[in-house]
């Protein structure tokens, strides 16, 4: 992997590329010598390569020079940081998906590439100083109710791009004695929601929805509200959420093995057999040697043949 500030090629001791659903914008860290000659300044556009491939593309952000280290480290951000660090208010009204997302990185400047299902339309009430990210990510919301796809924002080639989460990674799996060095699997249900209350707005009850493990593992209970021009029972629906089981492995590096993409995964010792979203990815390169952590989500589990 090569970096660039600018067309100057920047050769570094270490570097730290990661990304996570929870904090989207990805990021870029990397330590230099404290004595070589290279001009790098907040704000300078800085570029991650792997071959004819651009990794990542983004903004210096910060420097540091630790007193005991011979060494400088920088920090830089793709465009998705404007729109977390930047607040918005709009009256959408009946809208599209393209309308949101382009007004909304437009108040801020980050350019706009694809959009998928870009012409799908729906409502949003007024937002008054609202993180731009969170108007994105409530239009993402609004269209998953009626596709059931997930969405999520990406910057590519220096451009807002709305992908569909998920994807496979084809042509590759991390497996034991192959590529997987360490792997951890775990299940919870600390984060269950398994019935959801209807009510009207003056709080009387008209209805319920309920999931998974009412008897097994007691009730979380949530509340909804009913909202004119929504489905009750659709949107009470939505807030129930069942056993989280994640998983954490440890292997070689693959530039593909990003947050927001899904890859199959094999470890006998945990039973790990199946595909797995990708929530947050750390991909390290070190005195030649590139590897990666990630952060998965289950999807699901084969049984052993």
């Known amino acids: 992997m ?15 590329w990661s990304g996570s659903k929870y904090s989207a914008a990805r990021q870029l ?7 070589f000659p290279y001009s790098i300044s907040q704000g300078n556009t800085l570029l991650l390569k792997e071959g004819d491939s651009t990794l990542f593309e ?34 959408f009204k009946t809208t599209t998906f393209s309308t949101v997302i382009r007004k909304t990185c437009g108040e801020v400047g980050v350019s706009v590439g694809s959009i998928a299902d870009s012409n799908i ?16 990510m409530s239009a993402c919301k609004e269209v998953k109710k009626k596709t059931g796809k997930v969405y999520q924002p990406v910057i590519q080639k220096g451009k807002l791009n709305i992908v569909i989460a998920g994807s496979i990674i084809k042509n590759f799996e991390l497996a034991e004695g192959r590529n997987l060095t360490d792997s951890t699997y775990s299940e919870t249900i600390e984060n269950v929601v398994n019935k959801v209350i209807i009510v009207d707005d003056k709080g009387k009850k008209i209805g319920q929805v309920t ?30 959420h069942g056993l989280d089981r994640e998983a954490n492995v440890e292997g070689l590096g693959n530039v593909s093995c990003i947050s927001g993409r899904a890859i199959t995964i094999k470890d006998t010792k945990t039973g790990l057999k199946g595909v797995f979203y990708i929530e947050e990815d750390t991909h390290t390169v070190e005195n030649g040697n590139y590897t990666m952590s990630l952060q998965l989500n289950f999807k699901n ?3 052993e043949s």
């Open 2 to 16: 090569k970096i660039y500030i600018g067309k100057q090629e920047i050769k570094y001791t270490r570097l730290t």
């Open 29 to 35: 860290e990397f330590s230099i010598p404290s004595n």
């Open 58 to 91: 983004g903004f210096v952000f910060r420097k540091e020079k630790p007193r005991q280290a011979n060494e400088i480290n920088i920090l830089g951000y793709d465009s998705l940081i404007y729109l977390l660090k930047s607040d918005g208010s709009f009256n």
């Open 121 to 136: 339309s729906f409502k949003l009430e007024p937002m008054i100083n609202v993180n731009l990210y969170q108007i994105i």
């Open 211 to 240: 999931g998974d493990g009412l008897s097994t593992w007691g009730t979380f209970q949530q509340v909804y509200e009913k909202e004119k021009g929504k489905n009750s029972t659709t949107e009470a629906k939505a807030m129930l």
């Open 301 to 303: 589990i084969l049984e």
